[in-house]
C-alpha cells in the first residue's frame, strides 16, 4: 500500500481525532503536574 492509502484509511478510521485527543489530554495532565509542583513548594508567608 502506498503511502496515500495509508493517509486514506489513516483519516477513514477517525484515528486522527483520536491521536488528537490523546495528546491533548497528556498536555493537560502535564501542564497539571508543573502546576501541582509550582504550588506544592511555595514559601510560607507568616501574616502579621
Wanted: glycine share 6%; aromatic share 10%.
Amino acid at each position: 500500500m502506498d503511502e496515500r492509502g495509508l493517509w486514506e484509511l489513516f483519516f477513514r478510521t477517525g484515528l486522527p481525532e483520536v491521536w488528537l485527543a490523546l495528546a491533548g489530554e497528556r498536555e493537560e495532565q502535564a501542564r497539571h503536574r508543573e502546576e501541582l509542583a509550582e504550588t506544592a513548594f511555595q514559601p510560607r508567608v507568616k501574616q502579621a
